[in-house]
């Protein structure tokens, strides 16, 4: 076993330099908020394609590598739903056809059917993809935060 450094995939993936107007964000990872492999081992990643309030072409992606080989396969670009800038691809799960997306900028998920690359966002404005006001956090039955108010309470821990 190596206890080298390899990057993956080989190639310019993971050199996105965003001071250089030139870079080309649709191949290149801008901003990884996740990677999952699925049972044929292939790691799927996540590139919300956010930096600061730069936009890029086809920034968000989801981008399926093939280790056997060490490239990527396949790119999803997110770009025909049109996002806005607060759109921020989060997490993923892949299924026999579909990739699922949860989206937390705005708050959706978003659909990619992996055989024909067509992308749909779904519950959108939906009470379920937002945030609950307001937020009561309970731990042991105490609350511990309550958005309403601002205090600061000591917690002890027997």
Known sequence: MSNTIKL?????CNTFNPTNSSENSEKRFVNVNAILTDSNDNPWVV?????????FVNRSKLVKIN???????QIYYTSSLN??????LNDVRIGSR????????????????LEN???RRVLYDHPSTKFADPTIV????RIVLDVRFVFVKATLFH
């Open 8 to 12: 993956i995939p080989d190639g310019d």
């Open 47 to 55: 590139d919300s394609g956010l930096f600061g309030s730069r936009t």
């Open 67 to 73: 280790l056997n080989v060490n490239i990527v396969e």
């Open 83 to 88: 996002p806005p800038l607060e759109f921020a």
């Open 98 to 113: 579909h990739a699922y997306l949860t989206e937390s900028g705005l708050g959706s998920v978003v659909i990619i059917n």
């Open 117 to 119: 690359d067509q992308v």
């Open 138 to 141: 309970r731990m042991e039955g």
